[in-house]
């Protein structure tokens, strides 16, 4: 048995303390769930196997299993199950993959797949003294991003910033500044293009007010990138403008079996026909892309030469240029519509943009096979494989 995107929508993208800082994230999720509902309306909720949910965070409001909080939320009858899953970055395609397993196995005919980040809302924490009534100080420590609350038998290579790991890669594969700004002003350059297209219209959601990714820079160019100052070495190349920024928003998937067309109301858009995941030393991360979609490529049964569009989300113009030197395709193919530098970076939710987005171009560019991939902190990458479903 087969599984199938038959759905995908999402909210817009929001800055960090922007348009979506008053959303709640278990709100943003609920919403997305009702959105991808209402566009199949001949679909009973009720036959719904699962509702599986990214989250990285899960520290504040998304805390006690979104997934689950989220579809009560969203009015889904109490006998669906939920659960969320945390692979970091990549926890919205994990769900996806985990959601089409589960339909392969025949565990569900249909499941809502997605993921949902506030990277506003994100609490800080305060560590639980060893004792009571502690003489010293105690530090909040932001749960937004990266590590905190460190193992001190982690080694330090292990726990660098995201930002000094990236760097590095920059060093090993010798990608220079204009190379990584180049690729963030062609990410705002064709995100602005898709929204001005209408590409977006029908795979986003308005929340608050919002209608549109909030972080896209229509005007962006090399020369103005090439202003602003490194993040994360004085002599660096990595800055603001060529990483993706911190956001809030949510997506979701529709997932089903071949049968479930019938229940769901219309036919699916693309099949998932391979999957991978892979794992190196955590410093490397922005790497771990590469051998994933090797692997989700073999276990399709295709190679390189027959993908016609890929979905790379750009944590950082330098990972993401790595993978597709690796990968020796043509980078015209690579986020076509714009890209997370642009689009914005919501840790959970990434993972579902990118795979709706794909099963989108794969039917826009009559391409027959696509690459979903993402890049997770610790050592880890994940890709999806879609295959697109003539209609």
């Known amino acids: 048995m087969r599984a199938f995107v038959y759905q995908a929508v999402r909210t817009p993208f929001g800055r960090f303390n922007g348009a979506l800082a008053g959303a709640r994230p278990d709100d943003l999720a609920a ?4 959105s991808l509902l209402e566009r199949s309306p001949g679909l009973d909720p009720a036959v719904i196997g699962e509702v599986i949910w990214g989250n990285a965070n899960g520290a504040g409001e998304d805390n006690r299993n979104v997934g689950r909080m989220a579809a009560l939320l969203a009015g889904l009858p109490t006998s669906v199950p939920g659960t969320t899953v945390n692979r970091l970055c990549g926890s919205g395609l994990d769900a996806a ?3 089409s397993r589960a339909i392969e196995t025949g565990d569900a005919d249909a499941v809502v797949a997605g993921g949902v980040e506030s990277m506003t809302r994100a609490p800080w924490v305060l560590p639980k003294p060893a ?6 100080n105690l530090t909040a420590v932001s749960t937004t991003l990266g590590w905190r609350l460190v193992n001190p038998r982690m080694p330090e290579s292990w726990t660098a910033s995201l930002g000094e790991c990236n760097e590095l890669l920059a060093d090993r594969f010798k990608i220079d500044r204009l190379r ?3 690729f963030a002003a062609r990410s705002h350059r064709l995100a602005a293009q898709a929204w001005s297209d209408g590409f977006y219209d029908d795979l986003v959601t308005p929340v608050d007010g919002l209608s549109q ?3 896209v820079r229509p005007d962006s160019s090399p020369e103005k990138l090439s ?3 490194p993040s994360f070495r004085p002599d660096g190349t990595i800055t603001a403008g060529n990483a993706s920024p911190l956001s809030d928003g949510a997506s979701a998937v529709l997932l089903g079996s071949e049968q479930a067309a019938d229940v769901i109301g219309h036919d699916p858009v693309a099949a998932i026909v391979g999957r991978g995941a892979f794992a190196l030393d955590p410093q ?9 979609a090797n692997k989700a490529l073999q276990r399709a049964g295709i190679g390189w030469d027959q993908v016609g569009a890929v979905e790379l989300n750009e944590a950082f113009a330098v990972q993401s240029l790595a993978c597709v030197d690796a990968w020796g395709i043509d980078p015209e193919i690579v986020n076509t519509r714009g890209g997370a530098i642009a689009i914005g970076h919501p840790l959970g939710a990434s993972g579902g943009r990118i795979l709706g987005t794909l099963a989108k171009v794969l039917h826009e560019r009559d391409a027959r096979f696509g690459v979903a991939a993402i890049c997770i902190g610790v050592g880890q990458g994940l890709a999806v494989v879609l ?3 003539s209609k």
Do not use: H
């Not at 919403?31 to 009702?34: C, H, L, N, S, T």
């Not at 490397?284 to 994933?292: M, R, S």
């Open 31 to 34: 919403g997305v769930i009702q």
């Open 97 to 99: 993959m985990i959601g």
């Open 131 to 136: 004792k009571g009534f502690p003489a010293g």
């Open 180 to 182: 990584q700004d180049e």
């Open 213 to 215: 990714d909030e972080g």
């Open 227 to 229: 202003r602003l100052k």
């Open 284 to 292: 490397d991360f922005g790497y771990a892309p590469v051998e994933a």
């Open 387 to 389: 295959e697109r479903v």
